[in-house]
C-alpha cells in the first residue's frame, strides 16, 4: 500500500526523529481524518522536531492543527505520548488523549513518577545481581528520556473493542499487552489496515519490558508471555498493511510474526545451553547473551533476559532458587 493509498483512505503517516537510540528509530506517528475533524494516533516526543512533523503532515493534508480533535495513544512510552500535552496546549481547547487503563498512570499528570520509583527498580536490579553502581548509572540514562514529554492533566480509557469511525476507516481497538501492559492496535476490518504501534515491527522484536508494583514488587506482569498471547490474536487478523510505530509501513504480517517467533525460540534455546553450565543470576545470564551490550541499553537487555526467563519457568524447563543476594535460575 503506497502513501497516496493511504491518504485515500485519510491515513497520514508522519516520522518524528528520536534523539535516543534505544527507542529503535524515529517515531511513527498517523493523521486520520474523521467526519468532523482529524485523530492522532501517537505523539512522538516533545521537541522542536515533532512539531515540525505534525505542522508538516497538516499541510500535506491541507488541514489545520485547529481540526485536531481526539489523541489515541498506542502505549505509555515516551516516544509515543511525549509531545500530546503540547499538541493540546497549541490546539487552544481541551481534547480527549486516550489510552488503555494499563498504562494510563505512565501518561496521565496524576501516575507514578519516575524519581520515585526508580529506587524500586535499582532495589530490583541489585536483586537480578546487577553492580550498583551499573544499576544506578543504566537508571539514570532512563531518566533523562522523561524530559522528552510532559505528562497530560487527564486520560480517556480506551476499551477494548471500542470502534472509533474515521472518514474512510471503522477503527477497532484490540488490546494487545506485551512491550507494555496497555497496548493496544487498531484494526479496520475492511480495508485490512492495522495500526500496530510497537506490538508489531518488521525489523526488531519489541523490547518485553520490566513492570515493577508502586511497591517495587515484579513478577505481576510478564511481558513476554503477555506478547506470546497477543501474537497469536495478531495472527488471526486478516491484515493487508501494517503501520507500525517504528520503520516502514509491511504486508506480511504473519510471516513477520514468524520470524519473530523463530528468533524467541532461539533465544531460550541459548539460555537452556547457558544455564546446562551451572545456575546464573539474571546479571550473569544477560552478560552472557549481551556481551556488548551499552549501558543504554542494559535495562533493556535485562528485561528482555528475565522475560523469557519467565516463559522457561512457566513450561517447566527452568527453576529459581531464592539465594542471600537474590535468585538463581537453574535447568530442571
Known amino acids: 500500500m503506497t502513501e497516496d493509498d493511504l491518504r485515500a483512505l ?5 516520522t518524528v526523529d528520536m534523539p535516543f537510540a534505544q527507542a529503535g528509530g524515529s517515531t511513527n506517528a498517523y493523521l486520520i481524518e474523521l467526519e468532523r475533524g482529524l485523530l492522532l494516533f501517537d505523539t512522538g516526543v516533545a521537541t522542536p522536531a515533532a512539531e515540525a512533523a505534525l505542522a508538516d503532515g497538516l499541510a500535506r493534508a491541507g488541514r489545520r492543527l485547529e481540526e485536531l480533535t481526539r489523541i489515541v495513544l498506542s502505549h505509555g512510552h515516551v516516544d509515543h505520548y511525549g509531545a500530546a500535552r503540547g499538541i493540546v496546549e497549541r490546539v487552544g481547547r481541551p481534547i480527549p488523549v486516550s489510552v488503555h487503563a ?3 498512570d505512565k501518561v496521565a499528570e496524576s501516575g507514578w513518577r519516575w524519581k520515585e520509583h526508580k529506587v524500586h527498580y535499582g532495589a530490583y536490579l541489585g536483586r537480578l545481581g546487577v553492580p550498583r553502581e551499573l544499576a544506578t548509572a543504566a537508571l539514570e540514562r532512563i531518566g533523562m528520556t522523561f524530559a ?3 505528562r ?6 480506551l476499551a477494548e473493542g471500542e470502534v472509533i469511525r474515521a472518514r474512510h476507516l471503522e477503527l477497532e481497538v484490540l488490546h494487545l499487552p506485551g512491550h507494555t501492559p496497555g497496548c493496544i492496535g487498531l484494526h479496520d476490518r475492511r480495508s485490512g489496515l492495522f495500526l500496530a504501534g510497537d506490538q508489531l515491527l518488521e525489523k526488531v522484536t519489541p523490547n518485553p519490558v520490566i513492570e515493577l508494583t508502586l511497591e517495587g514488587t515484579g513478577g505481576h506482569f510478564k511481558p513476554l508471555a503477555a506478547y ?3 501474537v497469536e490474536r495478531m495472527r488471526a487478523l486478516e491484515v493487508s498493511v501494517v503501520l507500525p510505530g517504528h520503520g516502514p509501513p ?3 504480517h504473519r510471516d513477520v510474526i514468524d520470524g519473530l517467533l523463530r528468533l524467541h525460540r532461539e533465544r531460550q534455546e541459548r539460555i537452556r545451553q547457558h544455564l546446562a553450565a551451572g545456575p546464573l543470576t539474571g546479571f550473569e545470564l544477560t552478560r552472557l547473551l549481551f556481551p556488548e551490550v551499552e549501558l543504554d541499553e542494559l535495562f533493556l537487555a535485562v528485561s528482555e533476559s528475565i522475560a523469557h526467563l519467565e516463559v522457561l519457568e512457566a513450561s517447566g524447563a527452568v527453576r529459581r532458587r ?3 543476594h537474590g535468585p538463581r535460575f537453574y535447568l530442571s
Open 10 to 14: 485519510g491515513v497520514h503517516p508522519l
Open 102 to 104: 494499563a498504562d494510563a
Open 148 to 150: 522528552l514529554g510532559k
Open 152 to 157: 497530560v492533566p487527564r486520560v480517556q480509557p
Open 228 to 230: 506470546l498471547q497477543s
Open 250 to 252: 509491511f504486508a506480511g
Open 322 to 324: 531464592a539465594g542471600d
